[in-house]
């Protein structure tokens, strides 16, 4: 495709419910990445896939959240039993490769998620 | 682990003002170093980047941005500043080792006056 693309692009849902949040990568990038922007704040990362290595989950914030990616296509974000806190954009980037100078990183729209 | 300080939250300027925009990381290791910019309904996208070579980096829009690897500051930098810069920047590094996840500045959010 020509971008990243994530859907929905707005969520809300109530304490306590799961959400799932999709990510299309580019086409060819093997890497592929989540994070979250709280209001007001830098970007977090949260989790890293490149091609079919065991993820790096090491931003993870709590066991409530966990992503899969199938091969190098797309990427789902869950979140389990929402709260609060969760509330946020999340983004999805993806590269060509993990290193050097092909690892621009190529973001997508975001989905803000409010937990009410 | 690294971090990435963004003192400037909020700038005001002028059309035609010069800018810079602070960015400090504190890494001891090899670093890379971009410099990303959200527009008011879009998406980030990286204005520069610096991996190695000149530690000054020319990006779109006019904008550039000096590596001095003493002072772990990658300032960004435009002699002339347009109404359309307004916009979020955001600068990030990467290690060189993993060259994986970017670690973000907490943004600066540029005003620019017409």
């Known amino acids: 495709g020509a971008g990243v693309s994530q859907s929905p692009s707005n969520k809300v849902t109530e304490k306590g419910k799961d959400v799932e949040l999709r990510c299309d990568p580019i086409?060819?990038?093997?890497?592929l990445y989540w994070y979250r922007q709280r209001l007001g704040q830098g970007l977090e990362f949260l989790i890293y896939?490149?091609?079919?290595?065991?993820?790096?989950k090491s931003g993870l914030p709590s066991d409530r959240f966990s992503a899969e990616r199938t091969g190098e296509s797309v990427s789902t974000l869950t979140i389990q039993r929402t709260q609060q806190e969760d509330s946020a954009v999340y983004l999805c980037?993806?590269?060509?490769?993990?290193?050097?100078?092909?690892?621009?990183?190529?973001f997508g729209p975001g989905t803000r998620l409010t937990v009410l | 682990a690294q971090s990435v300080s963004q003192h400037n939250h909020h700038v005001i300027l002028s059309e035609a003002a010069s800018l810079e925009l602070g960015c400090n990381y504190s890494?001891?290791?090899?670093?890379?170093l971009f410099w990303y910019v959200q527009y008011p309904g879009q998406h980030l996208q990286l204005l520069l980047k610096?991996?190695?070579?000149?530690?000054l980096v020319k990006g779109i829009k006019g904008f550039e941005a000096e590596f001095i690897k003493s002072k772990f500051s990658f300032n960004l930098r435009k002699p002339s500043v347009q109404w359309s810069d307004t916009a979020e920047y955001f600068c990030?590094?990467?290690?060189?080792?993993?060259?994986?996840?970017?670690?973000f500045g907490s943004g600066t959010q540029l005003t620019v006056l017409p």
């Open positions: 980037a993806s590269s060509l490769a993990s290193a050097g100078t092909d690892n621009e990183q190529f």
């Open positions: 086409s060819g990038h093997t890497a």
């Open positions: 896939f490149q091609g079919n290595s065991a993820p790096d």
């Open positions: 890494y001891g290791g090899t670093v890379n």
């Open positions: 610096y991996f190695s070579g000149d530690p």
């Open positions: 990030a590094v990467s290690t060189s080792g993993s060259a994986r996840q970017l670690t």
